[in-house]
Nanobody, 118 residues
Framework: QVQLVESGGGLVQAGGSLRLSCQAS????????VGWYRQAPGKEREFVAD????????NYKDSVEGRFTISRDNAKNTVYLQMNSLKPEDTAVYYC???????????WGQGTQVTVSS
């Protein structure tokens, strides 16, 4: 079984930066893509960004493109989300997720809280 563990969340002022990490551990399996989702209080979980584990192609939610950067370190089994120019509306619990089958995020981490104060 593969486990995902997120870290790096916290409290930051608007305009600040945070870097989230998602480390995979456990049984070796084929992973197609790793993504970041977020869920704000009272709202549905939404896609933020994802990256191909092999080729590195990326996708971003429109509102974060240019501010957030997703990257991977295959040797460390870790995916990062660098978040710059943070806004209060970025406040949410951020989840890391992985695809063991193309197009299906079926492994999820426990989440890490990001709070951006105005």
């Amino acid at each position: 079984q593969v486990q995902l563990v997120e870290s790096g969340g916290g409290l930051v002022q608007a305009g600040g930066s945070l870097r989230l990490s998602c480390q995979a551990s456990g049984r070796a399996v084929t992973i197609y893509r790793v993504g970041w989702y977020r869920q704000a209080p009272g709202k549905e979980r939404e896609f933020v960004a994802d990256i191909s584990w092999s080729g590195g192609s990326t996708n971003y939610k429109d509102s974060v493109e240019g501010r957030f950067t997703i990257s991977r370190d295959n040797a460390k089994n870790t995916v990062y989300l660098q978040m710059n120019s943070l806004k209060p509306e970025d406040t949410a619990v951020y989840y890391c997720a992985a695809q063991r089958r193309p197009g299906v995020y079926d492994i999820w981490g426990q989440g890490t809280q990001v709070t951006v104060s105005s």
